[in-house]
């Protein structure tokens, strides 16, 4: 393992595409005026502060979820605190990396 390879990205697109399988959500978590920039047409819009008051919403979808952003550090966050809350979910990263993949 060499000193740099703790900063490569790690490649989500199998796992994102094993929940796409399971007919996950995707959950957009950047702010309106990023997603009205563009996004994915089949995701949910939640900005990621809003996250905590609507987590029955999201517990209700009865799905895995797919968290994105722009970059993948704002969907980490998302996916800690969902984890926490029992739902089965993944990072995957900024959401063209989902797109790519439908």
Not at 32 to 41: D, K, M, Q, R, V
Request: aromatic share 6%; charged share 25%.
């Amino acid at each position: 393992m060499g000193l740099f390879s703790m900063f490569k990205k790690k490649d989500m697109s199998l796992e994102i595409k094993e929940y796409l399988k399971k007919d996950a959500v995707i959950l957009d978590v950047r702010t309106l005026e990023e997603w009205n920039e563009g996004h994915t047409e089949s995701a949910k819009h939640i900005v990621l502060n809003l996250i905590p008051l609507e987590i029955e919403q999201i517990k209700s979808w009865n799905k895995p979820v797919i968290a994105v952003c722009r970059s993948g550090a704002r969907s980490g966050q998302a996916t800690q605190f969902l984890t926490k809350q029992g739902l089965d979910v993944i990072n995957g990263g900024p959401w063209q990396n989902v797109d790519q993949l439908l």
